[in-house]
């Protein structure tokens, strides 16, 4: 749809909905921004649907001098430079950063396959931002006596998960760099992590290298010990080796085998996938084998 025909229909829209035509050049990335733009599977796929359909969304920004803040819109924007499309469709809104920091928080927060990390972030940023609202984070009635919400339970409220998820993962950002990251690889369940965002960072860079040490990360009941530990008293490396040295009850012995190590083995061609069926294949071949010999 060309930008004359689109200005006609739109004739009769009001400032806050007109959309207009904006270069990429005059666009900059919204100031902390949590929401990672990666070019994978998921971006590959917006790529080839404005390929073939263009931009269906406008984006939304809100002006900063000569140039345009992107409240929501980046990954439509970098698909966009992906393609060499240098002009996309815009709603100017004038925002304040703390309504902009909401309507931004929003924009991504029901789209599948976020990061725990991005989640927390978009939480806390948009939090801090009612806070500086003027909203009250207590429990207040209003004129007619109802009670109305906490911060913490609107954003619930808005993004269909429980105040207490919603704390979950606003603790998250408190977590130092190692531990957030293996939180977002699947590596750390979500409870301990929020066990460990309530210590303090040097405990928590002592527990990192405990984990690295030991090869394992703490279970949620060890994680609890730990911070309760930490409530009467400093925690100390001897009581986090302490208490990573235990067994867990759900912990076995494992082997690890490492993918540098059998390539020379395997074609280029072959996944890891093909490599562990073939191996499990080798081993049963060995175990009937074996079992035949001891049977004669």
Not at 47 to 54: L, M, N, Y
Not at 98 to 111: F, G, K, P, T
Not at 268 to 277: C, G, L
Request: include cysteine.
């Amino acid at each position: 749809m060309t930008q004359e025909i689109l200005s006609k229909q739109l004739e009769t829209q009001d400032d806050a909905t007109r959309i207009v035509y904006l270069s990429t050049d005059k666009l900059r990335t919204f100031a902390e921004h949590p929401y990672k733009i990666i070019d994978n599977d998921e971006m590959a796929s917006l790529v080839e649907s404005i390929k073939a359909q263009g931009v269906l969304t406008p984006i939304v920004v809100r002006p900063m001098g000569d140039e345009f803040e992107i409240v929501s819109g980046h990954r439509r924007v970098f698909a966009c430079n992906k393609l060499g499309i240098f002009e996309v469709p815009a709603v100017v809104r004038e925002l304040t950063r703390e309504e902009a920091i909401v309507v931004m928080a929003d924009s991504n927060l029901h789209r599948d396959g976020l990061l725990p990390s991005e989640k927390a972030f978009a939480y806390k940023m948009k939090l801090d931002a009612i806070k500086r609202q003027g909203e009250r984070t207590d429990l207040t009635s209003d004129h007619r006596g109802q009670k109305s919400l906490t911060s913490v339970e609107r954003i619930a409220l808005e993004s269909d998960e429980s105040k207490s998820q919603v704390q979950r993962y606003i603790a998250l950002t408190n977590l130092i760099s190692e531990f957030l990251q293996m939180v977002d690889e699947g590596k750390m369940a979500l409870t301990p992590a929020v066990e460990i965002s309530r210590l303090p960072i040097e405990a928590q860079k002592m527990l990192h290298r405990e984990c690295e040490l030991c090869d394992c990360t703490p279970s949620y009941s060890q994680t609890v010990r730990m911070r309760k530990i930490n409530e009467v008293r400093e925690l100390t490396w001897h009581d986090l080796a302490e208490i990573m040295s235990e067994e867990k009850a759900n912990q076995k012995e494992k082997v690890t085998l490492f993918m540098d190590d059998l390539k020379k083995y395997y074609p280029r061609s072959a996944t890891p996938k093909d490599i562990a069926i073939d191996i499990m294949k080798m081993l049963e071949s060995r175990y009937k084998a074996r079992r035949n010999r001891d049977a004669r």
